[in-house]
């Protein structure tokens, strides 16, 4: 496994490395810079692969320190703190979990539903002292975009931030 690491970096390098000289003109005189022949023939393009599409999401909501537990300590509130992540079942039955991003006072949901002209696959919702947040995983194109919604205790309005496509 070690080698098979060290091998990808030294390719990842070593591509670098000649991006690097493409883009300040010092290309290696070693390389044949003949152009390829066009000919009029379609180009061939490979088979597209089976894409992996969502089936269904789980989420999942644990303590983000649970090495604090001293309600003394200078920093004891982050013991509310939780950690959300989203449990991906694809329809070729493979799950991955995705860390998401952190909040208060949280709790899941995997009721289906639309917002609009989205169709809701399960959203997350979390109110902590005055903020409240909202994790959505919305279905795109197979895929899966899960937003962040940011209410603001001054004026109600809500900021969106994308925090995970697939």
Not at 52 to 55: F, N, Q
């Given at each position: 496994m070690l080698v098979i690491i060290v091998l990808g970096l030294l390719i990842a390098g070593g591509g670098a490395y000649y991006a690097v000289r493409q883009d300040?003109?010092?290309?290696?005189?070693?390389i044949n810079q003949v152009p390829a022949p066009t000919t009029d023939a379609t180009p061939q393009t490979p088979a597209p692969t089976a894409a992996?599409?969502?089936?269904k999401i789980d989420w999942h909501i644990e303590k983000a320190n649970p090495a604090i537990a001293d309600?003394?300590?200078?920093?004891?509130?982050r013991n509310d703190e939780q950690k959300i992540a989203v449990d991906?079942?694809?329809?070729?039955?493979?799950?991955k979990r995705y860390d998401v991003d952190t909040a208060y006072g949280c709790t899941g949901s995997n009721t289906p539903s639309?917002?609009?002209?989205?169709?809701?696959?399960?959203?997350?919702?979390?109110?902590?002292?005055?903020?409240?947040?909202?994790f959505v995983a919305y279905a795109q194109d197979g895929g899966?975009?899960?937003?962040?919604?940011?209410?603001?205790?001054?004026?109600?309005s809500i900021k969106k931030t994308t925090v995970l496509e697939i």
């Open positions: 300040t003109g010092l290309e290696s005189p070693l992996k599409t969502v089936a309600p003394d300590a200078p920093n004891h509130y991906i079942t694809f329809t070729d039955k493979s799950t639309t917002e609009g002209d989205k169709q809701v696959l399960g959203k997350v919702t979390c109110y902590y002292a005055l903020t409240g947040v909202a899966l975009v899960v937003e962040r919604h940011d209410e603001s205790a001054k004026d109600g």
